[in-house]
T-cell receptor
């Protein structure tokens, strides 16, 4: 069974559209994350949720909004897509129970977003 | 910037040789983690080393941490073609700040 899954794997869309990426983990973890990996492979954390509560919110345009319906899911909504949003987006989870980062993270396979 | 910086950016070796990658950072950390990313895939956690630890092993992997030099190294012994991947270090500081470096691209030739 896949531990951290994301859908879709590929997403091609036009500028100005609104899109969502879904993430689910079956590891029983309390904390989930979203990362953006750019074309130079640099990976930057965007958001972190601990038990449905937002605990990390890096400098990300407010067009990006995470939503956590329960602790096993963390979806990423992106409004008014721009060319610069093209990247690979990774979801991850860990067994953190507090706001501290003491444990390893388990990553999903990634969603390649292409904005044309 | 707190971001860990890996060195070298790219490394090409023959199967059976050892591969060493280094990571340097700027401010005191709580822990440092190494991850592997195969092309087109997600990251896989390799080893986490805490700030009060100096060395950890996992199979053919050995990680060292020198907090006085603010650096860590990842050694892969007896490399295999399957070790070909990008390797990233990630630093945690202030307990909830988490940054990845830009990675070392390792190519192991059969």
């Amino acid at each position: 069974d896949t531990a951290v899954s994301q859908t879709p794997k590929y997403l091609v869309t036009q500028m100005g559209n609104d899109k969502s990426i879904k993430c689910e983990q079956n590891l029983g973890h309390d904390t989930m994350y979203w990362y953006k990996q750019d074309s130079k492979k640099f990976l930057k954390i965007m958001f972190s949720y601990n038990n449905k509560e937002l605990i990390i919110n890096e400098t990300v345009p407010n067009r990006f909004s995470p939503k956590s319906p329960d602790k096993a899911h963390l979806n990423l909504h992106i409004n008014s897509l721009e060319l610069g949003d093209s990247a690979v987006y990774f979801c991850a989870s860990s067994r953190e129970t507090s706001h501290n980062l003491n444990y390893e993270q388990y990553f999903g396979p990634g969603t390649r977003l292409t904005v044309t | 910037s707190q971001q860990g910086e890996e060195d070298p950016q790219a490394l090409s070796i023959q199967e059976g040789e050892n591969a060493t990658m280094n990571c340097s950072y700027k401010t005191s950390i709580n822990n440092l983690q190494w991850y592997r990313q195969n092309s087109g895939r997600g990251l896989v956690h390799l080893i986490l080393i805490r700030s009060n630890e100096r060395e950890k092993h996992s199979g053919r992997l050995r990680v060292t941490l020198d907090t006085s030099k603010k650096s860590s190294s990842l050694l892969i012994t007896a490399s295999r073609a399957a070790d070909t991947a990008s390797y990233f270090c990630a630093t945690v500081y202030n307990f909830n700040k988490f940054y990845f470096g830009s990675g070392t691209k390792l190519n192991v030739k059969p």
